[in-house]
């Protein structure tokens, strides 16, 4: 079975996968003018762009393998609040890959990594509204001030490095003291007495509603999204010319791979292998909590996201790294329930879901964006890490471009396939 355009004078684009990246990208290439279709083996906005913290963050630059991460490594896996779990077995099958990973903590790869992230985060609330205006996706996502709370200043200053990264790619902040944030955050509680307050951020109220909302979207100006798992490609003489599906074969002229952490199966067919790893992450969401909060919070001492969403509190962390056909591990989400109460002691936390899902991360903490070598009408878009939210507007705006033949005004070399 084959699956022809409606627009026989469009060019066609296909997109595989219908997460924020993906939908992001089908809805700019079909406002260039392109005859647009999405496989997507399950529902839009699912897997990591349903589980995630909601945080659509400029600052998000500074990579989670920083200078003194060995030191700390063990008193983090002995932690029983920490934000990490490890499994050692799959450490050991996959040695070079957290080597790679560890190597770029050095800081002048921190600094190399964040000059490149800044690209896709700048503007991150900006580039959401935008995308999202006139969409079914508009009113899920809200600019907001993003608060990182420290139990003491000398918290905060022990985070230096990071922060002054942040300074110098032009993050724009502010420190709160105890009594400023007593006003903001009424119902946090009092073991928290300092914070660095964001402008220029926002959040989502319901990731998944959010892509879903794009993409619906996107089906009635004339997209096709399609249900079905990408299998492989028909190649010619001038590469790749027709995707391979569980129902079906579709011929495209432009096709963009964005399914995350999936993605590597599809490029070792094209001849590109990619180190991508799944690094897992957890969230627990709380049904009518009974308090007030007025911003999405990054807890320092725990390294987890606190979001007020629609359907209530969520907190969202752990790094954890276990293959990604490994079940999920419940002591993980009841560390997170745990932190819920010594945040917000009078919340009520009795209705809770619990979630787990796959990160796209790759060992120098950056994307792929861009062609494939040997097929010019591929391109690649995933492995944002812990950042597919805040990336993923501006990520699908490049990728439009590439496949309209458009100058971009950024150097993505850096996110280049071949640069491993």
């Not at 003489?237 to 096709?255: K, N, Q, W, Y």
Request: aromatic share 8%; charged share 20%.
């Amino acid at each position: 079975m084959s699956y022809a355009g409606k627009n026989s004078a469009a060019l066609q684009a296909v997109v595989v996968g219908a997460g924020i990246v993906g939908a992001a990208t089908a809805l700019n290439l079909q406002r260039k003018g392109f005859d647009v279709t999405i496989i997507e083996a399950e529902s839009p906005g699912e897997g990591a762009s349903s589980g995630n913290a909601g945080i659509t963050a400029s600052c998000a630059i500074v990579p989670v393998p920083v200078p003194g991460i060995l030191k700390k490594f063990p008193f983090m896996l002995l932690d029983s609040m920490g934000p990490l779990s490890i499994d050692f077995l799959h450490v050991a099958r996959n040695t070079k890959w957290f080597i790679d990973y560890l190597r770029h903590g050095r800081a002048s790869e921190v600094n190399r990594i964040a000059s490149e992230l800044i690209k896709l985060t700048d503007g991150s609330i900006d580039e959401h509204l935008r995308l999202a205006r006139d969409t079914g996706g508009e009113s899920w996502v809200t600019a907001r001030d993003y608060l990182y709370i420290y139990p003491k200043r000398r918290d905060f200053e022990e985070e230096a490095f990071a922060w002054d990264i942040r300074r110098r790619h032009g993050i724009e902040y502010e420190e709160v003291n105890a009594t400023e944030l007593r006003e903001m955050e009424p119902d946090l509680a009092p073991g928290f007495s300092f914070a660095i307050r964001l402008p220029k951020h926002g959040f989502s109220l319901d990731p998944a509603k959010l892509v879903k909302g794009l993409v619906e979207t996107f089906q009635k100006q004339g997209g096709r999204l399609l249900q079905a798992k990408a299998q492989g490609f028909e190649f010619g003489e001038m590469g790749a010319h027709t995707l391979v599906t569980d129902t079906g074969s579709i011929p495209f002229d432009r096709l963009v791979i964005a399914t995350g952490a999936w993605s590597a199966t599809l490029t070792r067919q094209l001849g590109v292998k990619v180190p991508l790893m799944s690094e897992r992450g957890y969230h627990v969401q709380f049904a009518n909590p009974g308090i007030r909060q007025n911003h999405p919070l990054m807890v320092t001492s725990g390294k987890y996201v606190a979001t007020p969403m629609t359907n209530g509190l969520r907190l969202a962390g752990i790094v954890e790294f276990k293959p990604m056909n490994a079940p999920s591990d419940p002591k993980l989400p009841s560390r997170l329930k745990r932190h819920a109460r010594l945040l917000f002691p009078n919340a009520k936390l009795n209705d809770c879901e619990t979630w787990m899902g796959h990160r796209p991360s790759l060992p120098d903490s950056l994307p792929v964006i861009g062609v494939v070598p040997d097929h010019p009408n591929v391109i690649l878009a995933f492995g944002h890490q812990h950042i597919g939210l805040s990336t993923g507007p501006r990520t699908g705006r490049f990728v439009a471009k590439l496949a309209a033949g458009e100058a971009i005004n950024q150097d993505l070399s850096a996110f280049r396939v071949n640069r491993f």
